[in-house]
């Protein structure tokens, strides 16, 4: 992937439709791909549900925080009364085991913290990732050699390992989601910091930034100005590719308990806690297990499709936004 | 107990499983015996009976063990002075005698205690068991090399606050005297009515000087008991013991070693036992677990099956899971605040958190509802099954908080179904409909330990459990509520700070009875008295339910562990 990030062009460079402006091109070449469309459309339906949590769960009737006892089988471990877990005109996809509060409501708050979380460790690493590899890229011998050593240690340090260590000993005060997301944000910059750096570096040497530069421009005047337009292509589709990595790690820490707290329901935590129910009450583990398929599953279908729509060589072979049926037409 | 250390308290706690551990499924109530524990013939001798356990028997000193009664394997090789006895419920959680001939004499103030050992007793390589030998065992429980154990006997024994041990002091103890062969005589430094309790722990197991190898004397303990050593793999992963020839039945009335050998196997998965012990297959046919319990979902799936139900044991041991607050931390120094949330919580959700009403039973008294234990029964602020908010809210305002109450809970972080976020979350739930706002604080297990245990950094409202060192009020209500035991620096479990005259009054007199069944009551009384003061809500006391494998027979649980026996299980 990253060898395609690098021969990658950015569209302001990409000369080969003239008149077409970058935007319109990338809509066009991602249009084009069907797969990614679906995804685009079951990313967006989900955000939405994300978005609309209180409206749904209002709908429903339900909250994701109030306990039923008369729902579940007390004296038989709690499970759930009723076929299917409970499933019900009031519980439209049952209730948790013991507890007997509701799976939708539970389910859609968690899509909150899931891409909530994922989303916003994704802005972290993209703003330390840019300042980074740009600073790097720019920078003299020194500043250069400093940035990367300090960017191969971050790559080098084990994510879940990290996360660990640092949630356990931030005070519990500290509002959860947001230390999740800045967690993530903090520990993973380091590739997308070295994918910004090599791009940094060939950009340098083209004739329009050398030319700003020979104009006097100051570093920063110059990575604003002309490089960071040129950086988008790449940092977005690996952006786009970060998310679900993102939502996963989220998952996985508080499946181990360090993400967010109870009660705010997490798909993480509601896997971790249906991991002994596979057999009595499967459909409280298919549920979270089935969402984070599907949203990790669409995410990166659509971080594909961003990639192919960006990249023009991968765009020639979907002959699209290259001119060149335009060419054939003619 | 006036310096328990932490470590020694959790290994107390870990002692709990372990003796949990120490006993296997089995069935409860006697009605269920008959269908399950072989109709169709009588326990015969013979056989293997394998072992499935999670946690390894890795300390298998009986100076190091904590035990409640000798534990369950360990029992089968070390014999102690008195034991627990081997009957079902009730009846079980009587002090009996076992090298002993009796439960031991008291002076007439309970500080000196005589015991006359059996005649003809003998080790596995048949030398005769003698009582130099169990002072000997005791003294060596001493040495900071072997510790590990309850610390009951340096706290009560004469001199034993300063003792080495016998590797660094060859002097020993002179608060034991061996007078013959036969006799032992303990001088206590005061009144301890409950001895012949405490004298069931493995720390009163004869241990012979000659064979004594230190640390290493785990790898091959020499048994007293019906069975012996003869592997001991992977420090106690995995254990093969098989009748000692020199065991005679006539001299032990209580281990019933119906089966010629003993087959250990442990580090394995909770669930792959339990899974393993269903399908009861092969060796597994033959099989109980010492330490693994049927989990709510586990329990869901055995319930809608008639033939495994009918394989399951059920178990009471003394144990109370409550709420306790720390009377200094504002709100908590106001009794109408703890009396709310006394009056808040709903123990139905508590319990279905806990594992459901099959393994959770609601708790409104500390002591667990034992009659060993003098259970009283009472509940000062009824909830009823659900709570009562109403009542709850009445309180506050009368404390003046109007408009509710914002209050941090904190718990374990450990998936145990005892202190663990599930039974904090419902709380929470509870208490939201009294109008008090809880904020979570989960804590990994040992921060979580080592918090609640410091007077420095106690929590003011947090989860905790507290479990019988044997089934009598007194390891259960000392440690907590005796206010010359609250720990300034180091480990205190006087967490409510309370330090009534009358009541620590009321402990030394009940410590001075010896007649156990007039001090049960008292201390069921004490409890009574000392709960109107609303320090903890106790919340359930856990049930035990284990699975066993279909060729076991003659299951045993006494209340004293609430598991089964292993030395009562045969397999033919």
């Given at each position: 992937?990253?060898?395609?990030?690098?021969?990658?062009?950015?569209?302001?460079?990409?000369?080969?439709?003239?008149?077409?402006?970058?935007?319109?091109?990338?809509?066009?070449?991602?249009?084009?791909?069907?797969?990614?469309?679906?995804?685009?459309?079951?990313?967006?339906?989900?955000?939405?549900?994300?978005?609309?949590?209180?409206?749904?769960?209002?709908?429903?009737?339900?909250?994701?925080?109030?306990?039923?006892?008369?729902?579940?089988?007390?004296?038989?471990?709690?499970?759930?009364?009723?076929?299917?877990?409970?499933?019900?005109?009031?519980?439209?996809?049952?209730?948790?085991?013991?507890?007997?509060?509701?799976?939708?409501?539970?389910?859609?708050?968690?899509?909150?913290?899931?891409?909530?979380?994922?989303?916003?460790?994704?802005?972290?690493?993209?703003?330390?990732?840019?300042?980074?590899?740009?600073?790097?890229?720019?920078?003299?011998?020194?500043?250069?050699?400093?940035?990367?050593?300090?960017?191969?240690?971050?790559?080098?340090?084990?994510?879940?390992?990290?996360?660990?260590?640092?949630?356990?000993?931030?005070?519990?005060?500290?509002?959860?989601?947001?230390?999740?997301?800045?967690?993530?944000?903090?520990?993973?910059?380091?590739?997308?910091?070295?994918?910004?750096?090599?791009?940094?570096?060939?950009?340098?040497?083209?004739?329009?930034?050398?030319?700003?530069?020979?104009?006097?421009?100051?570093?920063?005047?110059?990575?604003?100005?002309?490089?960071?337009?040129?950086?988008?292509?790449?940092?977005?589709?690996?952006?786009?590719?970060?998310?679900?990595?993102?939502?996963?790690?989220?998952?996985?820490?508080?499946?181990?308990?360090?993400?967010?707290?109870?009660?705010?329901?997490?798909?993480?935590?509601?896997?971790?806690?249906?991991?002994?129910?596979?057999?009595?009450?499967?459909?409280?583990?298919?549920?979270?297990?089935?969402?984070?398929?599907?949203?990790?599953?669409?995410?990166?279908?659509?971080?594909?499709?961003?990639?192919?729509?960006?990249?023009?060589?991968?765009?020639?072979?979907?002959?699209?936004?290259?001119?060149?049926?335009?060419?054939?037409?003619? | 107990?006036?310096?328990?250390?932490?470590?020694?308290?959790?290994?107390?706690?870990?002692?709990?499983?372990?003796?949990?551990?120490?006993?296997?499924?089995?069935?409860?109530?006697?009605?269920?015996?008959?269908?399950?524990?072989?109709?169709?013939?009588?326990?015969?001798?013979?056989?293997?009976?394998?072992?499935?356990?999670?946690?390894?028997?890795?300390?298998?000193?009986?100076?190091?063990?904590?035990?409640?009664?000798?534990?369950?394997?360990?029992?089968?090789?070390?014999?102690?002075?008195?034991?627990?006895?081997?009957?079902?419920?009730?009846?079980?959680?009587?002090?009996?005698?076992?090298?002993?001939?009796?439960?031991?004499?008291?002076?007439?103030?309970?500080?000196?205690?005589?015991?006359?050992?059996?005649?003809?007793?003998?080790?596995?390589?048949?030398?005769?068991?003698?009582?130099?030998?169990?002072?000997?065992?005791?003294?060596?429980?001493?040495?900071?090399?072997?510790?590990?154990?309850?610390?009951?006997?340096?706290?009560?024994?004469?001199?034993?606050?300063?003792?080495?041990?016998?590797?660094?002091?060859?002097?020993?103890?002179?608060?034991?005297?061996?007078?013959?062969?036969?006799?032992?005589?303990?001088?206590?430094?005061?009144?301890?009515?409950?001895?012949?309790?405490?004298?069931?722990?493995?720390?009163?197991?004869?241990?012979?000087?000659?064979?004594?190898?230190?640390?290493?004397?785990?790898?091959?303990?020499?048994?007293?008991?019906?069975?012996?050593?003869?592997?001991?793999?992977?420090?106690?992963?995995?254990?093969?013991?098989?009748?000692?020839?020199?065991?005679?039945?006539?001299?032990?009335?209580?281990?019933?070693?119906?089966?010629?050998?003993?087959?250990?196997?442990?580090?394995?998965?909770?669930?792959?036992?339990?899974?393993?012990?269903?399908?009861?297959?092969?060796?597994?046919?033959?099989?109980?677990?010492?330490?693994?319990?049927?989990?709510?979902?586990?329990?869901?799936?055995?319930?809608?099956?008639?033939?495994?139900?009918?394989?399951?044991?059920?178990?009471?041991?003394?144990?109370?899971?409550?709420l306790?607050f720390?009377?200094?931390?504002?709100?908590?120094?106001?009794?109408?605040?703890r009396q709310a949330i006394s009056y808040a919580v709903?123990?139905?959700?508590?319990?279905?958190?806990?594992?459901?009403?099959?393994?959770?039973?609601?708790?409104t008294?500390?002591?667990?509802?034992?009659?060993?234990?003098?259970?009283?029964?009472?509940d000062h602020f009824p909830a009823?099954?659900?709570?009562n908010?109403?009542?709850a809210?009445?309180l506050?305002?009368?404390?003046?908080?109007?408009?509710?109450?914002?209050?941090?809970?904190?718990?374990?972080?450990?998936?145990?179904?005892?202190?663990?976020?599930?039974?904090?979350?419902?709380?929470?739930?509870?208490?939201?409909?009294?109008?008090?706002?809880?904020?979570?604080?989960?804590?990994?297990?040992?921060?979580?330990?080592?918090?609640?245990?410091?007077?420095?950094?106690?929590?003011?409202?947090?989860?905790?459990?507290?479990?019988?060192?044997?089934?009598?009020?007194?390891?259960?209500?000392?440690?907590?509520?005796?206010?010359?035991?609250?720990?300034?620096?180091?480990?205190?479990?006087?967490?409510?700070?309370?330090?009534?005259?009358?009541?620590?009054?009321?402990?030394?007199?009940?410590?001075?009875?010896?007649?156990?069944?007039?001090?049960?009551?008292?201390?069921?009384?004490?409890?009574?008295?000392?709960g109107?003061?609303a320090?903890t809500v106790p919340?359930?006391?856990?049930?035990?339910?284990?699975?066993?494998?279909?060729?076991?027979?003659?299951?045993?649980?006494?209340?004293?562990?609430?598991?089964?026996?292993?030395?009562?299980?045969?397999?033919?």
């Amino acid at each position: 992937m990253s060898e395609a990030l690098v021969a990658s062009q950015a569209p302001g460079t990409d000369s080969s439709v003239p008149g077409a402006s970058g935007a319109r091109q990338f809509w066009r070449r991602l249009r084009a791909q069907r797969a990614a469309l679906v995804a685009a459309g079951v990313v967006a339906l989900l955000v939405l549900i994300a978005l609309a949590a209180p409206l749904l769960t209002a709908i429903e009737g339900q909250d994701p925080t109030t306990y039923h006892p008369s729902l579940v089988d007390s004296a038989r471990g709690g499970v759930p009364v009723g076929p299917l877990g409970g499933i019900g005109g009031d519980h439209w996809l049952g209730v948790e085991p013991q507890t007997g509060r509701d799976l939708f409501a539970r389910l859609v708050y968690g899509a909150r913290v899931s891409l909530g979380v994922a989303l916003a460790a994704t802005l972290v690493q993209v703003l330390i990732g840019i300042v980074v590899g740009v600073a790097a890229g720019l920078g003299n011998r020194w500043v250069d050699q400093l940035l990367s050593r300090a960017t191969d240690v971050i790559v080098a340090m084990p994510l879940m390992i990290m996360s660990l260590a640092l949630l356990a000993i931030v005070p519990s005060s500290f509002p959860r989601p947001v230390l999740v997301a800045l967690i993530i944000g903090l520990v993973a910059w380091g590739s997308i910091a070295k994918i910004v750096r090599a791009h940094t570096l060939t950009l340098k040497e083209l004739d329009y930034v050398a030319a700003a530069r020979l104009s006097g421009w100051g570093a920063w005047r110059v990575a604003r100005r002309e490089l960071l337009p040129a950086l988008a292509a790449p940092v977005i589709t690996y952006a786009a590719l970060l998310v679900p990595t993102n939502i996963t790690v989220e998952a996985a820490l508080s499946f181990l308990g360090v993400g967010v707290k109870p009660p705010t329901p997490s798909w993480g935590q509601m896997l971790t806690a249906a991991d002994i129910w596979y057999q009595a009450a499967p459909q409280y583990l298919l549920l979270p297990a089935g969402a984070l398929f599907v949203t990790v599953l669409a995410l990166t279908v659509l971080g594909d499709g961003v990639r192919t729509a960006l990249d023009p060589r991968a765009a020639s072979r979907l002959r699209i936004g290259t001119g060149r049926r335009r060419e054939a037409k003619a | 107990m006036r310096h328990p250390s932490v470590i020694a308290r959790r290994v107390a706690a870990a002692s709990v499983s372990l003796v949990v551990a120490a006993g296997a499924a089995a069935c409860g109530p006697k009605d269920n015996d008959a269908s399950s524990a072989g109709a169709d013939s009588k326990p015969q001798k013979g056989g293997t009976l394998t072992v499935l356990n999670a946690n390894p028997q890795e300390d298998f000193d009986p100076a190091r063990l904590y035990t409640s009664g000798g534990g369950n394997v360990p029992s089968l090789v070390f014999r102690t002075l008195t034991t627990r006895n081997r009957e079902n419920g009730a009846a079980g959680a009587q002090v009996v005698p076992d090298l002993a001939t009796d439960t031991g004499r008291p002076s007439k103030n309970a500080t000196v205690w005589t015991y006359t050992l059996k005649k003809g007793l003998k080790y596995e390589d048949g030398t005769p068991i003698t009582s130099a030998d169990i002072k000997y065992g005791i003294e060596r429980s001493f040495a900071a090399e072997l510790s590990g154990g309850a610390p009951y006997l340096r706290d009560w024994l004469i001199g034993g606050a300063d003792y080495q041990g016998p590797y660094k002091d060859k002097k020993g103890l002179d608060s034991i005297e061996t007078p013959d062969d036969l006799t032992i005589v303990f001088h206590l430094n005061k009144p301890e009515g409950e001895f012949p309790y405490l004298a069931t722990q493995t720390q009163f197991t004869p241990v012979p000087k000659a064979k004594d190898t230190g640390t290493k004397y785990e790898e091959h303990p020499v048994s007293s008991g019906p069975y012996k050593v003869v592997k001991n793999e992977n420090d106690g992963e995995r254990l093969v013991l098989e009748r000692n020839t020199h065991w005679s039945a006539s001299t032990d009335a209580e281990r019933k070693a119906y089966p010629d050998k003993i087959d250990v196997r442990s580090g394995l998965d909770s669930s792959v036992i339990n899974q393993r012990l269903s399908a009861s297959q092969g060796a597994d046919a033959a099989a109980v677990t010492t330490d693994t319990n049927l989990g709510p979902a586990e329990l869901a799936k055995v319930s809608g099956d008639k033939a495994l139900a009918a394989r399951v044991g059920t178990g009471h041991f003394g144990y109370t899971n409550y709420l306790a607050f720390n009377p200094k931390v504002k709100p908590f120094d106001n009794p109408k605040v703890r009396q709310a949330i006394s009056y808040a919580v709903d123990r139905t959700s508590v319990i279905n958190a806990a594992g459901g009403s099959s393994l959770a039973e609601p708790a409104t008294t500390y002591l667990p509802d034992q009659k060993s234990f003098g259970y009283t029964p009472y509940d000062h602020f009824p909830a009823g099954k659900s709570g009562n908010p109403a009542k709850a809210k009445e309180l506050l305002k009368e404390a003046g908080y109007k408009n509710g109450l914002s209050i941090t809970l904190t718990h374990s972080n450990s998936k145990d179904f005892e202190t663990s976020p599930e039974i904090a979350t419902a709380l929470q739930d509870a208490l939201k409909k009294a109008g008090i706002t809880v904020k979570l604080q989960g804590l990994e297990d040992n921060d979580y330990s080592d918090k609640i245990h410091s007077a420095k950094t106690e929590p003011g409202l947090f989860l905790a459990h507290w479990g019988a060192d044997w089934p009598s009020g007194g390891p259960f209500l000392a440690p907590i509520f005796d206010g010359r035991q609250i720990v300034k620096d180091g480990a205190n479990f006087n967490t409510g700070f309370l330090d009534d005259k009358s009541v620590n009054a009321e402990i030394d007199a009940i410590n001075k009875l010896t007649d156990l069944d007039q001090a049960a009551q008292r201390w069921g009384a004490l409890d009574k008295k000392i709960g109107e003061q609303a320090l903890t809500v106790p919340l359930f006391h856990p049930v035990y339910k284990r699975l066993y494998g279909k060729d076991v027979k003659n299951i045993v649980i006494s209340d004293w562990t609430g598991v089964l026996d292993i030395s009562q299980v045969a397999v033919k």
